[in-house]
């Protein structure tokens, strides 16, 4: 395409009327120039003094440290890897098998290189819990009651789980390169949470660090919660399949019992008639032959044989009765754990609650009938098991942070000063050419 050629003194003509526009404006910049820049300082003025009613908003942050799972070495992991090389296992099948033995040998084992850690799943499981938004606000109600006053101004506003979910990140006990080097076992391997990040604003640095601490606490209440509730279902479950168990089986023998006792009393009968038959058998042999090829015990040998399977039947049924009478005792605190877990939210009352009541199993009225050696077989195994919840509650913790910080992070000062200069600026040299423009055209307009 050809170029339009311009005739030189057009051209000229533009050229001079850019420079005259131009100078118009440069005229206009130096006319109001006092109105641009007094403008430009009160705007930013103005912006900075706002800056100072807006309320301060600090930030605090921290890693909660989840102290349960399984003791994991990396180092061993890829071990596991070079292992698989080595073997070439054949199918699928003997992959898995293989796979599921050596990480169940190498989680078990342990290692210099540790860390503890939480199956993904379960984190899951657990996210679903202290992401509940009605929980969190009830929780620090419950923790205002309970007399905490660095609570008493903590006043969230909380609607959803996403609410409290962009305080949380997650943090894996591997990177991506180490899943790469761990190969096929990766996704095995990848599965683990060490903790989680938490951050938290408010309105002071100790507002924001309680924020955070009341974050990680009811995160750790939330955990244990789920696991007691688990474990109360599994146990009251458990204790009543234990105690139908022993029950069957106490029916059973008592059972064979009734029918030896009748047995017995026969084979006595049938003695007291045949005395001198009786005398006669003494010096026999224990076993007599008929014709057709059956052998019988002489009635003295199966009155012995009797006893002693009747004697071994009653210790059968005495151990049945006690591991009733444990599996019943059992089953009765773990109903009424239940009861208290239908009203209790959180783990603190309920583990507290639990407790107390493993004291009071050797002084419930309903117990004195069974032996003191039962009752405190009982209380230990409950003791061993609600310990364990409290030294799992004291393992989780902040072993880092929460911090506390004395610089806000908002309002942001010299950003909100900038962009008040430069909007300023424009919005005063926009008026200096709009009252420029009145002061020329208002005649104009007026007619």
Same mark, same amino acid.
């Given at each position: 395409m050809e170029k339009q050629n311009v005739p030189s003194d057009e051209r000229d003509e533009r050229e001079k009327r850019d420079e005259l526009d131009l100078v118009q404006v440069v005229k206009v910049l130096l006319k109001r120039k006092w109105l641009i820049v007094a403008g430009t300082v009160l705007f930013t003025l103005a912006a900075g003094v706002l800056t100072l009613l807006l309320p301060r908003v600090y930030e605090s942050k921290g890693f909660f440290q989840l102290s349960q799972g399984t003791d994991v070495d990396i180092t061993d992991l890829k071990d596991i890897?070079?292992?698989?090389?080595?073997?070439?296992?054949?199918?699928?099948?003997?992959?898995?098998?293989?796979k599921d033995t050596l990480m169940n040998n190498i989680l078990s084992s342990s290692g210099p290189l540790m860390v503890k850690t939480v199956y993904l799943p379960d984190y899951k499981?657990? =996210? &679903?819990?202290?992401?509940?938004?009605?929980?969190?606000l009830q929780f620090i109600e419950m923790m205002k009651k309970s007399g905490d006053n660095d609570l008493k101004n903590l006043r969230p506003n909380v609607r959803t789980a996403?609410?409290?979910s962009q305080w949380i990140e997650p943090v894996y006990a591997y990177s991506k390169s180490d899943t790469k080097e761990l190969g096929q076992i990766a996704r095995d391997a990848e599965n683990f949470v060490v903790g989680v990040f938490v951050n938290g604003e408010g309105h002071s640095p100790q507002n924001a660090k309680t924020f955070v601490s009341t974050i990680g606490a009811f995160i750790k209440d939330s955990i244990i919660y789920g696991k007691l509730e688990n474990y109360i279902a599994s146990e009251l479950g458990r204790s009543q399949t234990e105690f139908n168990k022993y029950d069957n089986f106490i029916i059973n023998d008592e059972f064979k019992l009734k029918q030896l006792s009748e047995k017995r009393d026969d084979i006595r009968e049938i003695l007291k008639r045949y005395p001198a038959a009786q005398e006669s058998m003494k010096s026999r042999e224990l076993f007599s032959l008929e014709a057709n090829g059956h052998r019988f015990l002489s009635p003295l040998i199966q009155l012995v044989g009797i006893e002693s399977h009747m004697a071994d039947i009653n210790e059968d049924l005495s151990r049945s009765r006690r591991n009733k009478a444990v599996a019943g005792l059992k089953l009765q605190f773990f109903q009424k754990v239940k009861e208290i877990s239908a009203s209790e939210t959180f783990s603190g009352p309920l583990l507290d609650k639990s407790l107390e009541l493993i004291q009071t199993v050797s002084t419930d009225q309903a117990n004195q009938g069974l032996s003191d050696d039962i009752?405190?077989?009982?209380?230990?195994?409950?003791?061993?098991?609600? !310990?364990?919840?409290? &030294?799992?509650r004291e393992g989780m913790r902040f072993i880092s942070g929460p911090s506390l910080t004395e610089r806000p992070i908002h309002p942001r000062k010299a950003l909100i000063a900038s962009i008040a200069f430069v909007l300023g600026f424009?919005?005063?040299?926009? =008026?200096?050419?709009?009252?420029?423009?009145? &002061?020329? !055209?208002?005649?104009?307009?007026?007619e």
């Open positions: 890897q070079d292992i698989f090389k080595e073997e070439k296992p054949g199918t699928m099948m003997d992959v898995t098998m293989m499981k657990y =996210l &679903s819990q202290f992401t509940n938004p009605r929980l969190f996403d609410d409290i009752v405190r077989e009982v209380k230990n195994d409950l003791n061993v098991d609600f !310990n364990n919840f409290v &030294s799992f424009f919005l005063f040299v926009f =008026l200096a050419f709009f009252l420029e423009w009145w &002061s020329k !055209n208002k005649k104009m307009i007026v």
